[in-house]
């Protein structure tokens, strides 16, 4: 059996972390950064996708905005404490 998983390690930028266990696949944290810090992953097992959840695929853009947070209504998303 094959399986691949698309994931950076990034769960976090310097202003917002991700619970990655309470992600949903929603997307609407996606749709609504304005910096395209977030991005899909996925979990394939013999090509089919069994998880799905975001990353924080570039977390140098990130300015703190929050409005990802805002818009996770599944507490995924929450102010990183360093």
């Known amino acids: 059996m094959k399986s691949t998983f698309i994931q950076n390690d990034n769960t976090h930028t310097a202003f917002v972390q991700l619970n ?3 992600c949903t ?3 609407k944290c996606i749709e609504i950064c304005p ?3 977030i991005d899909k992953s996925f979990l394939y097992v013999a090509n089919t996708v069994i998880h799905e ?3 924080m695929y570039d977390a140098s853009k990130c300015t703190g905005c929050t409005k990802c947070m805002q818009a996770c209504k599944f507490d995924a998303i ?4 360093q």
């Open 20 to 22: 990655a266990s309470a």
């Open 78 to 81: 929450s102010i990183y404490k």
């Open 35 to 37: 910096n395209e810090v």
């Open 25 to 27: 696949a929603c997307w």
């Open 53 to 55: 959840q975001v990353l």
